[in-house]
């Protein structure tokens, strides 16, 4: 009796397929992922832009080449970086010298052997330098004078 309710309770968490789940894709289960490490820079920070890229099963490729455009709201000249293989999938590239402030697109692109595995495109924004922000931490020895 005990073992036939105990197969009964497994049989019962049993599920066919989730054919709506695998028909439904969110946006981060793009093959192809670019965007900056953070939505907000402030006017001369270095600017880090990240990649990951996925074949058709979700595993990661590596030795890809992920190429990445900048481009101001303006739509003045946009600024081509190739971002590094990290292994893993995962690429990396930095501007180093930052942005003037102003809204950006980042949009990239990957391939290998000449076949293009997919591109998307993101935005993040680049605003004043703010001396509050550049030192967070409290200053107790200010605030007791």
Avoid at 51 to 67: L, M, N
Wanted: cysteine-free.
């Amino acid at each position: 009796m005990f073992e036939a309710m105990r197969l009964a309770s497994f049989t019962s968490r049993v599920q066919g397929p989730d054919y709506t789940r695998w028909l439904t894709t969110e946006d981060d289960h793009k093959r192809v992922q670019i965007h900056t490490s953070h939505p907000l820079y402030q006017a001369g920070e270095r600017i880090d832009v990240v990649g990951q890229v996925y074949d058709e099963s979700f595993q990661p490729i590596e030795h890809a080449e992920v190429t990445v455009e900048i481009q101001d709201a303006a739509h003045g000249r946009p600024i081509a970086l190739t971002l590094e293989d990290d292994g893993n999938g995962r690429y990396h590239g930095a501007l180093a010298e930052g942005l003037p402030k102003g809204d950006y697109s980042v949009s990239g692109r990957a391939t290998q052997r000449g076949n293009i595995l997919g591109t998307d495109d993101n935005r993040f924004n680049v605003g004043d330098y703010d001396i509050e922000l550049s030192e967070p931490r409290m200053r107790a020895d200010l605030l007791t004078q």
